[in-house]
């Protein structure tokens, strides 16, 4: 099984960026569609973005569109997640994982603090 290990989060002014990686174990980590995550407190855990295979396809959800870039370098076994014009709401803690994910396993997170 792929472990993962996120990192690259902390405290950050609105109109801000970050990046955030995601470093996979395992060999079989090119194989997988990447992705991803965020939960805010009392909420939910959401998709954020995905990346294909070939790391040429990509898609995002509506709220980070244009501001948010997802990619991965396949050497390294890691997956980045590159935010820019980062807003309040945006404040979560960010998880990658294999697309879709599976039931059984997450990795730590790291927190984004976003203040307004």
């Known amino acids: 099984q792929v472990q993962l290990v996120e990192s690259g989060g902390g405290l950050v002014q609105a109109g801000g960026s970050l990046r955030l990686s995601c470093a996979a174990s395992?060999?079989?980590?090119?194989?997988?569609?990447m992705g991803w995550f965020r939960q805010a407190p009392g909420k939910e855990r959401e998709f954020v973005a995905h990346?294909?295979?070939?790391?040429?396809?990509?898609y995002y959800t509506d709220s980070v569109k244009g501001r948010f870039t997802i990619s991965r370098d396949s050497d390294k076994n890691t997956v980045y997640l590159q935010m820019n014009s980062l807003k309040h709401e945006d404040t979560a803690v960010y998880y990658c994982?294999?697309?879709?994910?599976?039931?059984?396993?997450w990795g730590q997170g790291t927190q984004v603090t976003v203040s307004s």
């Open positions: 994982n294999r697309f879709p994910p599976p039931s059984d396993y």
């Open positions: 395992g060999r079989t980590f090119s194989r997988y569609v």
């Open positions: 990346i294909s295979v070939s790391g040429g396809s990509t």
